[in-house]
C-alpha cells in the first residue's frame, strides 16, 4: 500500500467518522469497505476492514463481534454475488446495499436480545432504510473521488 | 462458487464468531482493545473537528454576531446581584449546619472532586445501542468505568467504557442506567431507571402510602455507593396507585423527568471517588435485567441487583 493510497484512507476515515457523528446509527465505512473488496486487493483489504471494525466496534456500545459478522458476511456476499452480476455498477451496489442492511437488521435484533439491550423495531428499521439509501452514493462519490486518486499516482509513478 | 461450499464458509464464519464473541465475553479483551484503538482514534477526529468548529464558531460569535451582547449584559449583570443576596443568605445557614454538625459528632461523607470533561459526540455508528456521549477524557484523565458524570443541572449518567483519553459514558435515560435515590422531602428512598429517548424516568420500589407528590425533586441517596449523596437528578411529574411489583406487592407508579437537557450539553463534571469512600460492590454501569425484589421495603438495598448481571 503507498503513501497516497493510506493517506486515501485515512482521509476517508475521518469524513466517515464526521458523517457517522452527524447521523446516529448509520455505517458510512461500509461504501469503502465495498470499495475495497471491488478492488481485490487482499493486503489492503484486511488492513482497511481491520481499521473499520475496530473504529465502529470502539465507538459502540454493544459487546465486540457485531460489525465484525456484518463485515464478514459482507465479504462473502459479495462474492457470491460477483459470480451472477458484474461487481462495479451502481446497481449491484444498490442490490448489495438493501442486502446488508437486511444483515444488519437480523444481525442488531439477534445481538441486542443476546445483550439483553431493548431495541425499538421501528426506529432500527428507519436506520437501515436509510443505510440500504446512502450506500451506493457514498460508494458512488467515493469510488469517483478515489479512481482520480489512484490515476494521478499512476502517472506520476509513470 | 459451488452452493455447498458457500453454506461451509457462512457455516464457518458463523462458527468463528460465536467463538471469538463467546471469549471476548468472558475476558473482554476485544472490548478492551477497541476501547483503546477505536475509540481513541475516533476521540481524536472528534476533538479535531470539534476545536475547529469552536475557532470558526468563536471567530463569528467574537467578531461578527454581537448584536444581542449589550442586552445579554445588562441580564446578566441583574441576574449577578440576586444570586449573590441569595448567596449572601445560604452562607450564614451553610456556616451553622458546619457548627451543629460538630456539635453532634456526624460524620459527613468527604466530598468528590470534580474533572471538567468536554462532549465530543452523541452516539455513534449502528453499534451504538446505548443512549450515550462521547467525553473528551479517558482512564489517565479519570473516567475510569463507573465514573459519576454529572453536569450543573444535575447528575448526567455514568462512563460506560474508556480509552486512555476518551471515553462513552451511559446517559440516565437509557433503560439500562439505574440510580439510587431519595425524595427532597418525603426522603422515600427508591430507584430511578431509565425509560428509553424521550421518554419519562421510572422510580421504582416505593410503596403505596409513601409520603411523595408531584413536583418534588429526587436526589441521589448515595447507597449504591456509585453517586455521591445529594445530587439533584429529576423531578416527579406523575404518580399512579396501580402498580405492582413482581412478587404482587402494591407499588406506586412514579414518572420523572431528568433535570438535565441532554440535547444541550456540551460540558461535563466527572465526580472522583475519594479515597477513603466506599467502593460499590459491583462496577455495572448497565443493568440488563429489571432487578427483582420481593418487597418494597427491600428498596435501600441496590447495591446487590446490579451486582451479578452488569455488562
Given amino acids: ?158 | 462458487m459451488l452452493p455447498r461450499r458457500i453454506i461451509l464458509l457462512i457455516i464457518c464464519t458463523l462458527l468463528l464468531f460465536l467463538g471469538v464473541y463467546t471469549w471476548n465475553q468472558r475476558t473482554g479483551q476485544w472490548d478492551r482493545l477497541c476501547a483503546s484503538v477505536g475509540l481513541e482514534f475516533t476521540g481524536g477526529i472528534m476533538r479535531g473537528l470539534d476545536s475547529l468548529h469552536d475557532s470558526l464558531a468563536g471567530v463569528w460569535n467574537s467578531y461578527v454576531d454581537l448584536r444581542n451582547v449589550r442586552r445579554e449584559n445588562d441580564e446578566l449583570k441583574a441576574r449577578l446581584r440576586v444570586l449573590e443576596q441569595r448567596l449572601a443568605g445560604t452562607r450564614e445557614e451553610s456556616a451553622e449546619l458546619i457548627r451543629l454538625r460538630r456539635l453532634m459528632h456526624l460524620e459527613y461523607p468527604a466530598s468528590w472532586p470534580a474533572r471538567a470533561s468536554r462532549v465530543l459526540a452523541w452516539r455513534m455508528g449502528p453499534n451504538a445501542a446505548l443512549s450515550t456521549i462521547m467525553l473528551s477524557s479517558g482512564y489517565l484523565t479519570g473516567a475510569a468505568p463507573g465514573t459519576p458524570v454529572t453536569s450543573w443541572e444535575g447528575v448526567v449518567g455514568r462512563v460506560l467504557k474508556a480509552g486512555p483519553s476518551t471515553s462513552v459514558a451511559l446517559l440516565l435515560t437509557d433503560p439500562g442506567s439505574r440510580v439510587a435515590v431519595i425524595t427532597s422531602e418525603g426522603r422515600v428512598q427508591g430507584i430511578l431507571s431509565g425509560g428509553g429517548p424521550g421518554l419519562p424516568l421510572e422510580l421504582r420500589f416505593v410503596r403505596q402510602n409513601a409520603p411523595v407528590r408531584v413536583g418534588e425533586m429526587l436526589v441521589t441517596s448515595g447507597i449504591d455507593s456509585c453517586y455521591p449523596k445529594g445530587i439533584p437528578v429529576a423531578r416527579i411529574t406523575a404518580i399512579s396507585t396501580e402498580g405492582t411489583s413482581r412478587s404482587g406487592a402494591s407499588v406506586l407508579e412514579i414518572q420523572a423527568e431528568p433535570l438535565v437537557n441532554f440535547h444541550r450539553l456540551e460540558e461535563v463534571f466527572l465526580l472522583q471517588r475519594p479515597l477513603d469512600s466506599i467502593t460499590p460492590e459491583s462496577d455495572a454501569v448497565y443493568t440488563r435485567r429489571t432487578p427483582v425484589m420481593e418487597r418494597p421495603e427491600e428498596a435501600p438495598n441496590v447495591a446487590s441487583p446490579a451486582s451479578g448481571d452488569g455488562a
Avoid at chain 1, 451472477?84 to 442492511?101: D, H, K, N, W
Avoid at chain 1, 444481525?107 to 441486542?112: D, E, G, K, S
Fill in chain 1, 1 to 158: 500500500m503507498s503513501w497516497t493510497v493510506a493517506a486515501w484512507w485515512l482521509c476517508y476515515a475521518v469524513v466517515a467518522v464526521a458523517l457517522q457523528a452527524l447521523m446516529p446509527g448509520l455505517d458510512f465505512f461500509l461504501s469503502g469497505f465495498i470499495l475495497a473488496l471491488q478492488e481485490r486487493n487482499v493486503p489492503q483489504l484486511i488492513v482497511v476492514g481491520a481499521l473499520f471494525v475496530m473504529l465502529q466496534e470502539g465507538m459502540g456500545s454493544m459487546a465486540f463481534g457485531g460489525i465484525l459478522l456484518w463485515y464478514a458476511l459482507a465479504a462473502i456476499i459479495f462474492y457470491v454475488g460477483c459470480g451472477l452480476l458484474q461487481g462495479t455498477g451502481f446497481l449491484f451496489v444498490t442490490l448489495f446495499g438493501i442486502l446488508l442492511s437486511c444483515v444488519h437488521y437480523v444481525i442488531f435484533a439477534l445481538l441486542a436480545t443476546l445483550q439483553d439491550i431493548p431495541w425499538d423495531p421501528s426506529s432500527l428499521f428507519d436506520e437501515c432504510l436509510f443505510q440500504a439509501f446512502f450506500t451506493p452514493w457514498i460508494w458512488w462519490v467515493a469510488s469517483v473521488l478515489r479512481r482520480g486518486v489512484i490515476h494521478e499516482n499512476r502517472n506520476r509513478q509513470r
